[in-house]
């Protein structure tokens, strides 16, 4: 077996070893779950009728107008596909920027329940917006104005959905995982190891310790050895080589 096989053979020796033996962090699925139910619940609502307007211009016959989610509160479909493309975001980050990301959708929460609330609670000149989304001409009269609870409900909901999956993101705890790490950059992985394991012997060097592959988890020093680094070796030995190095 040539050497990058058996480079391929023992790093998937050590993800089935990490697997088994690697406490298993939590994912945010319930955040993916109500970003996802949100998404799907504000672009529903945005197909359906909010307002119907019916008017009259004393000339030709009377008209009425639907006004759709999507027309009465135009940013409610792009807000959709943001909490959308969220999940994405979410599965790729952890730590702070996953907890900013949180914060991020909470503000977008909040804005999307705005129109919807306003409609539910018949705050704002309704029959003024609704002439002016029916580009009604302007000589004609408003006969008559019927607002839709539902789909202000609906979005209300999809809203909250959001806003509760903001909050669970921004109190995800530090360990919480991202993406499977049999998908990341294996350069990447190794040069992290290697960073991990100089550092390591550098901390256990200076507390008067051996080694430290006690301490350093399978994949690590799987990815190390991958990357040409010994983790057991010794803090005295790595600074001699890394002297020779230099010289």
Known sequence: MSEPEQNDAGTDGADAAVDTVAPRRKYPVGAIVLLALAAAVLWGSSRLTWVTVASTDGLTEPRTDHLNGGVWFGALTPLALVLLAAIAAVLATRGWLRRMFGVLIGLVAAVTAVPAFALLTKSGATAARAATLAELPGRATVTEVVTAPFPAVLALVGALAAFSAGVLLARMPQDAAQLSGKYDNPVFR????????????????????????????????????????????????????????AD
């Not at 991990?196 to 190390?224: C, F, I, K, P, Y």
């Open 190 to 245: 190794r040069a992290a190891a290697t960073e991990e394991v100089t550092q390591r012997r550098t901390e256990e060097a200076a507390a008067g310790a051996n080694s430290a592959s006690g301490q350093l988890s399978e994949r690590v020093l799987w990815d190390a050895l991958d990357a040409g680094t010994d983790p057991t070796e010794e803090a005295g030995a790595l600074s001699d080589d890394q002297g020779k190095r």
